[in-house]
């Protein structure tokens, strides 16, 4: 069964520093797709990315970046030089693979809550 | 601009009454979901939708039930509504099977 797993629960950070948020999946699917969300305390749910299981490049996005390794099926997000702003729960999330009528639907971890202090 | 919206945003209701959720896009998406989220389990599915007439049960789909007679809505209803499930609901349409999905802004619907 398809599961994933973010082990923090809260991240307590100052301002300037990094943070990284660990996020670990399980499935049986070769082909799969990876999310993350961001849901500010407004409570709006905001896609962030998507990487699907054959591309293992990093990506970075301004002061977002992402590794994701599949020797280790994880997918962990880091934020350099946090900002009051990036205060939010964060959701790792795992998609399988369309088939026939099944697949397609997002597994969530059980989110990750980033505070990030002045 | 295409969007997807939720009504209402807040209901309080009691239990063993029906509450029907409304989840309405514009992107023009086959795909629709409902999730509710609760502390300590994140985003869970209840029910989804890969087109017109077309219904599938989700991972926490006892007590509710979907329909969907055109592409723009997916409501969701609580045939008799328990303190349960209290909760935020948020729906979400995506254009195909594994590409992001877009979601409301959710539902706080409390059961007393």
């Known amino acids: 069964a398809q599961k994933v797993t973010q082990a923090q629960t809260e991240i307590s950070v100052v301002e300037k520093e990094d943070v990284t948020l660990d996020c670990v999946y399980e499935?049986?699917?070769?082909?799969?797709?990876l999310f993350w969300y961001k849901q500010p305390p407004s409570g709006e749910l905001v896609f962030l990315i998507r990487r699907n299981s054959f591309d293992e490049q990093n990506e970075i996005s301004g002061r977002y970046s992402w590794n994701f390794q599949k020797s280790t099926s994880s997918f962990n997000f880091t934020i350099t030089a946090s900002q009051v702003v990036d205060s939010a729960v964060y959701f790792c999330?795992?998609?399988?693979?369309?088939?026939?009528?099944?697949?397609?639907?997002?597994?969530f971890g059980q989110g990750t809550e980033l505070s990030v202090k002045p | 601009d295409a969007e997807i919206t939720q009504s209402p945003r807040h209901k309080i209701t009691e239990t063993g009454r029906q509450v029907t959720l409304a989840c309405h896009q514009t992107w023009n998406h086959n795909n629709m979901f409902w999730y509710r989220q609760d502390l300590g389990h994140g985003l869970r599915l209840i029910h989804y939708s890969y087109g017109v007439q077309d219904t599938n049960k989700g991972e926490v789909s006892d007590g509710y039930s979907v329909s969907r007679s055109n592409t723009e809505d997916l409501p969701l209803t609580l045939e008799s509504a328990a303190s349960s499930q209290t909760s935020v609901y948020f729906c979400?349409?995506?254009?195909?099977?594994?590409?992001?999905?877009?979601f409301g802004d959710g539902t706080r619907l409390s059961i007393l």
């Open positions: 999330a795992l998609s399988e693979p369309p088939i026939y009528n099944q697949g397609g639907k997002l597994i």
């Open positions: 979400a349409s995506s254009e195909a099977r594994g590409q992001p999905q877009h």
């Open positions: 499935t049986r699917d070769t082909t799969y797709y």
